[in-house]
């Protein structure tokens, strides 16, 4: 009985050999070890052999499953040898190869971020579904079937359970799917899944945002006083609203959870009553900064904070800036920044509400008030405005004393008491005045170049009303004493 043959597997162009033992005490099954020296190692081969004690046995290999792909493995020759005499007893070059079961699928590509019900345009956003063994080898003879699922049940994907993708050889384990099959249309955190009924892979998730066009209401009336020219905030996982004229000015602090139920934190902040003030968010503070007290239309340039919108301390009750209203201000490369307002055309900064620095006494887009401002692409932005007439203009700046013209002519109309955001990786401003309340809607990825959502949103028209992004979505508070609060979806 033979007892003991190796087998060796030679790649036609040489470089690459490998060389197992095979021992057995039957010849219909054999285990097998790699040597150590090889770079393709076999994880199991069997052979058959009729037995004759005289001669060799004709024998055949087969069931071959090499560790590495087999698939980019060309023909190759096999040789088993008697190693007592090392006479070759057997010599093929058509082993009976078999491929490892399908162990798991990777996805890769698509999106991190998308617009509800818009596709995923991109070459980048295509996403890719390899096939792989247990052994971590891509499994490039799989020809199974595979569909998407989502978290969003209204989704739109590229093949579904009663419309499967059938993977060909010509895939090679791996397919590409276009990103322009997979629609998104609920907001919120997201994620697909591609499966073939039993093994599954889900992607991570997915954010995504409302394309403004579409807003609901969530309160109406809300618990607070209905008002205008107040200022909104999103801090400690709530939406808080202060201030601003409702009757006649207040010192009040609202704030809720959900943009439904209300609670006051205090009826009189240790400010005096005020609108047109400006709110920032820093250093796991609320700040208020400036505004309209009622003084002879003079302003005021104090600036307060709160750790819990309750108790409000005062930074200074006279900054180094003049007494304004009607300005705004952003926080940028860890400061506070206090941009314009009414009869003012300055820039200036501060890193902790009590000492102000001024970065620019005469800046390019000149006096202006009623603008908005917001931080977008590491800069900060200034748009549109009132100054000698409505402006519809968009400026930029690195550092708040070189400022440089994004536009002078906006698509939407001039305009001033609008609000501006940023959100879903855009610029967005909402509503307004032209001469007019405006009650549209838009937004730009570039600062130049705008594009319209909507040009009239479920909310109406209004201007002094305060905005901010919580949730994942844009909400609007308020405005033109409308009492109600509204968010997109």
Known sequence: MLQNISVSFVRSLAVLSLIVEICFSCLSCTSVRSNP??????????????EDNSTYPELK????????????????????????????????????????????????????????????????????????????????????????????????LPFTAVSKYTFSLADRGSHTFAGTGFILKTTGRQTITVTDGTISKTSAEIIVYCDGSKWSEAAGPADFTPRKN???????????????????????????????????????AGFTPRSDHLTLVYDNKIWMIGGDDGNYFMGT????????????????????????????????????????????????????????????????FGSRYGHSCVVYDNRMWVIGGYSAGYKNDVWWSTDGSKWHQATANAGFSPRYGHESLVYGNKIWVIGGHDGNPEG??????????????????????RNGHACTVFNNRMWLIDGNFSGDVWYSY
Request: net charge negative; charged share 20%; aromatic share 12%.
């Open 301 to 364: 340039n104090d600036v307060w904070y709160s750790e819990d919108g309750s108790a409000w301390i005062v930074a200074t009750e006279n900054a180094a800036f003049s007494r304004r209203y009607f300005h705004d201000g952003v926080v940028y490369d860890n400061r506070m920044w206090v941009i314009g307002g009414k009869f003012q055309d300055d820039v200036w900064w501060s890193k902790n509400g009590s000492d102000w620095f001024q970065a620019d006494s005469n800046p390019a």
């Open 37 to 50: 020296e090889t770079s393709v190692p076999v994880q199991q081969a069997m052979i058959d052999s009729n």
């Open 61 to 156: 290999i087969r069931n071959v499953v090499p560790v590495m792909d087999n698939a980019t493995i060309e023909p190759v020759n096999i040789a088993v040898k008697d190693k007592s005499d090392n006479k070759t007893v057997l010599q093929s070059s058509l082993p009976d190869i078999v491929s490892a079961p399908l162990h798991h699928f990777t996805l890769t590509g698509g999106t991190a971020e998308s617009t509800a019900g818009q596709s995923w345009a991109l070459p980048a956003n295509d996403v890719v579904v390899t096939a792989y063994d247990r052994l971590g080898n891509i499994k490039a003879d799989y020809t199974g079937r595979v569909y998407f699922l989502s978290t969003d049940g209204a989704a739109t």
């Open 440 to 461: 549209d809607v838009w937004y730009s990825k570039n600062g130049s170049d705008w594009t319209a959502a909507t040009e009239m949103a479920d909310f109406g028209t």
């Open 230 to 268: 107040h200022s909104c905030v999103t801090f400690d996982k709530k939406i808080w609203v202060i201030g601003g004229v409702a009757g006649y000015k207040r010192n009040d602090v609202w704030y809720s959870p959900d943009g439904d139920k209300w609670v006051c934190s205090t009826e009189h």
